[in-house]
């Protein structure tokens, strides 16, 4: 027994190292199990950032409906119409701040597409008189590459890898739409239901943890979100100013 105790430390770390050097091994099997798991909560996650936002809207909205109704149908109503008006709300200002946005991203696109040719021209027109003061950079190769031949050549490559780019680029929007669409419906459950889900958290956490510490981590977090509530108001209100 004595001598267990004594070899006890080299034991586990020869352990640990047998299990670094496994891991090491199988670092790809790992990585692609962590990914997945990873990749299979997304929707969770997405929901969770979701209903911490419209919370947000959620809490004030219910201060300024009945808020001294504790029963009848009015207490039934209030957080459902809370939520629908948190989402119209949250609409209203994406719609106008893309109505502000994306005509001005249009005309800036089109200014750059219609002064391209006359930049590319100017662009020759400098290298040409670089290469005529300086004799060291007209370099052949260097002219070649950007002549107008090369451009059009540079171009049509980029044009057929366009394709499996834009394929791509496809199958991610698809992929986050599906994660938003999901992270929509939990978001829903879990403003509709966020105090007993808080509830069903304190419970697990009280069966493996001490009351203290779950005292603990219930200020932290509640602090941390009020912190963060408040942060993003006050955000969005200098934003409007």
Same mark, same amino acid.
């Given at each position: 027994?004595? *001598? ?5 430390? /080299?034991i586990?770390?020869? =352990?640990? !190292?047998? %299990? ?14 962590i990914d997945?798991v990873?990749t299979?909560?997304?929707?969770l996650?997405v ?15 219910e ?7 504790k ?6 109503? *209030? ?5 629908? /008006?948190?989402?119209?709300? =949250?609409? !209203?200002? %994406? ?19 219609a002064?391209?040719?006359q930049?590319?021209?100017?662009f020759?027109?400098?290298m ?7 004799p ?21 490559e ?24 999901l992270?929509?419906?939990f978001?829903?459950y879990m ?11 304190k ?8 009351d203290e ?11 941390a979100?009020?912190?963060?509530s408040?942060?993003?108001v006050?955000?969005?209100i200098?934003?409007?100013?």
């Amino acid at each position: 027994m004595k *001598r267990f105790k004594y070899y006890k430390p /080299l034991i586990g770390a020869i =352990i640990l !190292a047998g %299990v670094m050097i496994m891991m090491a091994l199988r670092i790809s099997d790992i990585a692609n199990a962590i990914d997945a798991v990873v990749t299979a909560f997304v929707p969770l996650i997405v929901g969770a950032c979701i209903a911490f936002v419209l919370d947000i809207l959620v809490v004030r909205y219910e201060r300024w409906l009945w808020p001294k109704s504790k029963t009848g149908w009015k207490n039934k109503i *209030r957080r459902p119409l809370s939520l629908i /008006l948190s989402f119209v709300t =949250i609409s !209203a200002i %994406v719609y106008f701040i893309a109505r502000m946005a994306i005509p001005q991203l249009i005309h800036s696109m089109s200014i750059i597409v219609a002064s391209s040719p006359q930049l590319y021209t100017d662009f020759q027109s400098w290298m040409q008189h670089l290469t005529e003061t300086i004799p060291m950079a007209s370099n052949q190769t260097l002219m070649d590459t950007l002549s107008g031949e090369s451009v059009v050549k540079y171009t049509r490559e980029w044009g057929t890898k366009g394709g499996t780019y834009l394929v791509n680029a496809m199958g991610t929007a698809l992929s986050w739409t599906l994660n938003i669409g999901l992270g929509l419906i939990f978001a829903i459950y879990m403003l509709l239901d966020k105090e007993r889900l808080m509830m069903q958290g304190k419970r697990i956490l009280r069966a493996y943890a001490s009351d203290e510490w779950v005292n603990r981590v219930s200020y932290v977090t509640r602090v941390a979100v009020q912190t963060f509530s408040n942060f993003f108001v006050g955000q969005f209100i200098d934003a409007l100013i």
